[in-house]
């Protein structure tokens, strides 16, 4: 059974700050990495994918992935209230190399920015 | 920028009715899911669908479940004989290649 883990939270910074969200994964084949972020009662939008080890930035969002720690982490710079949203890490492949792409989610880190 | 599309955006139904959910994926994406999200938990993989067929599906989508692509744009979820505990937000995601996938923004089924 494949799992994500995330830290449910809530995570609360203050505007300005830098938040760090964390997520970790059981299976240790896991190819592609995600980060969604959704709203509440809205679908999740996707924020940034990483594919090998290391970071890779995207404005204020940077992901990093470490896949012998089988860790993947969001870091969102200059916090603002507008990011206060549920974060979701998930995964896509697996083993024998067969993937159409599933996506196993995590249970999402509530993130709460405050003014 | 192109996105998805889902309708009903809310559907309300009696137990043990049949319901049809309705996705009209990105026009040139090949990869076409179906999830759902009961409140307050994960986002659920329901099944993948690629080149007309279904490629992968959980143990969730069982024989009162079923997905046609009926023309060349929508993607459809039918679901025979509701049940209350399938009332959730139903997402519809598509992909150009079995990766990233786009959601489009849900349609909330209740089951009374």
């Known amino acids: 059974q494949k799992e994500v883990e995330q830290n449910s939270g809530p995570l609360s910074v203050p505007e300005g700050a830098i938040a760090s969200l964390n997520c970790t994964y059981s299976?240790?084949?896991?190819?592609?990495f995600f980060w969604y972020r959704q709203y509440s009662g809205k679908s999740p939008e996707l924020i940034m994918s990483?594919?090998?080890?290391g970071d890779k930035e995207d404005g204020r969002f940077t992901a990093q992935l470490n896949k012998a720690s089988q860790y993947v982490s969001l870091l969102i710079r200059d916090s603002q209230p507008s990011d206060s949203a549920t974060y979701l890490c998930a995964t896509t492949g697996g083993a024998g190399g067969t993937s159409y792409g599933k996506l196993t989610f995590g249970q999402g880190t509530i993130l709460t920015v405050h003014p | 920028e192109p996105e998805v599309t889902q309708t009903p955006s809310h559907q309300v139904t009696q137990m043990g009715q049949e319901v049809i959910l309705r996705c009209v994926p990105i026009s040139n994406h090949l990869y076409f899911y179906w999830y759902r999200q009961i409140l307050g938990q994960k986002v659920e993989f329901l099944v993948s669908f690629y080149n007309n067929e279904i490629s992968e599906k959980s143990e969730i989508f069982d024989d009162q479940f079923s997905v046609e692509r009926p023309d060349g744009s929508n993607f459809t979820l039918k679901i025979r004989s509701t049940k209350l505990e399938d009332s959730a937000m139903y997402f519809c995601a598509s992909s150009p290649a079995s990766d990233t996938q786009y959601f489009g923004p849900g349609t909330r089924l209740t089951v009374l």
């Open positions: 299976d240790r084949v896991s190819q592609s």
């Open positions: 990483i594919y090998s080890n």
